[in-house]
C-alpha cells in the first residue's frame, strides 16, 4: 500500500511568509508525528497526533508554529512569519498504534524540504 | 536534561568491513530505544530495543542495550556499499530524542 506522503516536496519561501506544509499517513495509522531535521543536526520531535488531538505540543519551538490533522487522516504543519532559522527538512511520521510515548515502528514520508530565503 | 550521544559522527571503511556504532543516553523515564538509517529524507526503521541483553538481529545487523550502563551498539558486519547512510539513534521517554547520527561511507 501507500507510504506516507507529504508535499510540497521543496518549499523556497520570502522571510516573513507563511508556509502550510502537509502530510498524508498511511491509511489507517491512529498516531501521526511531525519532526524536524536541521543541517547536520538529528531529529527534532515537534508534535504528535493521536486522532484529531495533540497531546503533546511541548516540541514547537514558537507560536509561530502550529498543526493540525482533520478526519484523522491528513495533517498540516503551518509556520507563520517565517524565518531564516526555520530552514530544514521537516519529516512527518505516521504509526499504526495510537500511543505516546512511542512504542511501535514509526513509518517516515519523504519529508518537506523548507528554505527560508 | 535528556540527551543522546551517537559516536563517531563519521566512519569511512572498505567493503566487507564490520562497524559498530555507539548510542550513549542520559535519559529520565526510558522506554525503549530505536535505530533508523536515513539515506535521503525519510529514515527507514531498524530496530527498536527495550530489554537488556537481548540481541535483535536482521541480516548482517544487530543491535544490542545495556540499561545499566546506559547505551546501545549498533552492529554491521560485511559492510555493503548499500549501508551507506546516517544512522539515528532514538530514546523514547517522555518524548522521543534523537542523537545527531553517525555517518558511515562505505567504499568499494
Known amino acids: 500500500g501507500a507510504g506516507v506522503s507529504q508535499s510540497p516536496s521543496n518549499k523556497v519561501t520570502e522571510k516573513g511568509k507563511d508556509v502550510e506544509l502537509r502530510c498524508d499517513p498511511i491509511s489507517g495509522h491512529t498516531a501521526l508525528y511531525w519532526y524536524r531535521q536541521s543541517l547536520g543536526q538529528g531529529l527534532e520531535f515537534l508534535i504528535y497526533f493521536q486522532g484529531n488531538s495533540a497531546p503533546d505540543k511541548s516540541g514547537l519551538p514558537s507560536d509561530r508554529f502550529s498543526a493540525e490533522r482533520t478526519g484523522g487522516s491528513v495533517s498540516t504543519l503551518t509556520i507563520q512569519r517565517t524565518q531564516q532559522e526555520d530552514s530544514a527538512v521537516y519529516l512527518c511520521?505516521?504509526?499504526?498504534?495510537?500511543?505516546?510515548?512511542?512504542?511501535?515502528?514509526?513509518?517516515f514520508g519523504p519529508g518537506t524540504r523548507l528554505t527560508v530565503t | 536534561e535528556d540527551k543522546v550521544v551517537q559516536s563517531p559522527l563519521s566512519l569511512v571503511v572498505h567493503e566487507g568491513d564490520t562497524v559498530t556504532l555507539n548510542c550513549s543516553y542520559e535519559?529520565?523515564?526510558?522506554?525503549?530505544l530505536l535505530w533508523y538509517k536515513q539515506e535521503k529524507k525519510a529514515p527507514t526503521f531498524l530496530f527498536m530495543l527495550t530489554s537488556s541483553g537481548i540481541e535483535k538481529k536482521s541480516g548482517r545487523l544487530s543491535s544490542i542495550l545495556d540499561k545499566k550502563e546506559l547505551f546501545s551498539i549498533l552492529n554491521i558486519t560485511a559492510t555493503q556499499t548499500g549501508d551507506s547512510a546516517v544512522y539515528l539513534c532514538g530514546y523514547n521517554t517522555d518524548k522521543l530524542i534523537f542523537g545527531t547520527g553517525t555517518r558511515l561511507q562505505v567504499f568499494p
Open positions: 511520521a505516521s504509526s499504526f498504534l495510537a500511543g505516546y510515548p512511542i512504542s511501535y515502528e514509526q513509518y
Open positions: 535519559v529520565t523515564n526510558f522506554r525503549s
